[in-house]
């Protein structure tokens, strides 16, 4: 009986690209930090980018904010009914917003927004062979492209994040005096009752290797992106699973370094 | 010589693009490169411009081995080449003007009246005075053409790679880029790589003709002598007839 090598063989030829691909990245990766001293040629766009990839992110990462921290109240208040006081669930929403869904949802939508866009932007950049002109006049299109990229995404997303707690919190508090027959006083109790200002520091650290990770992915696949339009499809959708994969395997391994 | 490309080859995975292309560029001439679609002529033309490294052989440019050089030499190398890329690689978020300005503003030694004042003069030199504020998506594919050259001839280069410049031309924008090239030949003094399988241009531009096949440079000289070769794959690639290349292969 004959038995079909096909599954193993493409099984094989994935294994065999997905290694090639981690390859390609960290040269990247190694071809950026080198890039680094090169500021007369990424310094002029960091601004540009800054505001692209930061400012333009804050009405998607505010909406998601906005209805988690909705959503976390009346859940909160839905669990804790007769068991627990009701001022805790100002607790529930201010740490698990800040600690966990602040970062971590606000993260997995910018992969979409962001990482998508970066891919998208530099693949087509690639297959129409702007980035070989860019080289054909002398610049470094890793110092020129990515290294701005990955420095905005990786100072801007701590700031989106930051906000989008605050709004988060801020629904939540809104939320808990308009739907479940609470006072600010109570909400407030409850927020401040196990804050801590380290809080709002991890949230940061974790955002901003989530930054790093979205901008980094999506150049990682732009840049070697291969074929026509749907070569840069293909980069743009990997580059919003990979980088999801990435930021959630990160949110366990900041709580299991940071928060022990 | 200026440009030598030595037993280059260069593969693709388990595609063999050259195998042993070998090709002198005589200083100051226009040298055409035909051959057929996916021959490896503009991968050959990557090389020189170390766009490519060769996986086996040498590119020497101006007495360097361009294979060898590292990232900024490369780059200074890169000074004295200007690229007109087949679909010209415009850069889509900037105007016309930033695009021809775009290597003049890397080489940092002009001040921005003086970049504003070649630009111009690389525009008026391509007929495209008048779209400086244009966005490349705002342009015909001649147009595009002529702008991807306007932007590879303003740092005054010493080379000029042309990647099939002509190709999807209607006839008198085909002869409007042929003359551009003469031009830049006979008054900058440039030395050009044109890679065609137009022959009607290639006859019309250069000084010199190669012929790529299987791989390797199957003829070489000037236009009168690739007319009267008996060369079988030649005579069958210019007069358009496959059943001589069938019968010599």
């Known amino acids: ?260 | 010589m200026s440009v030598d490309l030595v037993d280059v080859h260069k593969a693709f995975g388990r595609n063999e693009v050259l195998k042993g292309f070998s090709l002198a560029i005589r200083e100051g001439e226009t040298t055409s490169v035909i051959g057929g679609s996916g021959s490896g002529k503009s991968v050959a033309l990557k090389h020189i411009v170390g766009l490519l490294r060769p996986d086996r052989g040498e590119v020497w440019v101006d007495g360097e081995n361009v294979g060898r050089l590292d990232q900024e030499s490369l780059y200074r190398l890169r000074r004295k080449i200007g690229y007109v890329f087949q679909f010209a690689a415009l850069f889509d978020s900037m105007t016309i003007a930033e695009n021809v300005g775009m290597g003049l503003k890397r080489m940092e030694e002009f001040s921005d009246e003086e970049i504003r004042e070649r630009v111009d003069a690389c525009l008026a030199m391509v007929d495209m005075e008048g779209y400086r504020d244009r966005l490349p998506s705002e342009l015909s594919g001649g147009q595009r053409k002529r702008v991807g050259l306007a932007r590879a001839i303003a740092t005054r280069p010493k080379y000029i790679l042309y990647d099939e410049p002509t190709t999807g031309l209607d006839p008198i924008t085909t002869a409007v880029i042929d003359r551009l090239i003469v031009r830049m030949s006979d008054e900058l003094g440039v030395t050009g790589v044109v890679i065609t399988h137009d022959m009607t241009s290639a006859f019309r531009i250069s000084d010199r003709v190669a012929m790529l096949y299987d791989g390797r440079i199957r003829f070489e000289g000037t236009p009168d002598e690739m007319k009267a070769t008996g060369d079988p794959v030649v005579r069958g690639f210019i007069e358009g007839r496959p059943e001589l290349l069938g019968a010599a292969t």
């Open chain 1, 1 to 260: 009986m004959l038995v079909s090598l096909a599954p193993v063989q493409a099984l094989g030829r994935g294994a065999l690209q997905s290694v090639a691909a981690v390859g390609r990245a960290g040269y990247l990766g190694l071809d950026a930090g080198r890039a680094l001293h090169k500021v007369g040629m990424w310094g002029p766009h960091l601004l540009t980018q800054m505001a692209r990839i930061g400012v333009g992110s804050v009405p998607i990462a505010l909406f998601i904010a906005t209805f988690t921290g909705v959503v976390l109240a009346v859940q909160a208040s839905y669990t804790f009914t007769g068991a627990v006081p009701l001022y805790f669930v100002g607790t529930l929403v201010g740490k698990t917003m800040i600690l966990e869904l602040g970062p971590v949802l606000t993260g997995l939508a910018l992969s979409g927004r962001v990482g998508a866009n970066i891919a998208a932007e530099l693949g087509t950049m690639r297959v129409t062979e702007q980035i070989d002109a860019l080289e054909t006049l002398a610049y470094d299109p890793v110092a020129y492209l990515v290294v701005p990229r990955i420095l905005a995404g990786t100072i801007m997303f701590p700031m989106v994040v930051v906000l989008a707690n605050a709004i988060g919190v801020l629904a939540g508090w809104g939320t808990s005096l308009a739907l479940l027959d609470m006072s600010s006083p109570q909400f407030l109790k409850g927020l401040k009752l196990f804050f801590d200002p380290w809080d709002v520091q991890f949230s940061m650290i974790k955002s901003a290797t989530f930054g790093t990770t979205v901008t980094a992915v999506g150049c990682a696949f732009g840049f070697h992106t291969r074929g026509g339009a749907e070569g840069v499809g293909h980069a743009t959708t990997r580059t919003v699973v990979v980088s999801s994969m990435i930021i959630l395997v990160l949110d366990a391994f900041w709580a299991a370094v940071l928060l022990q």
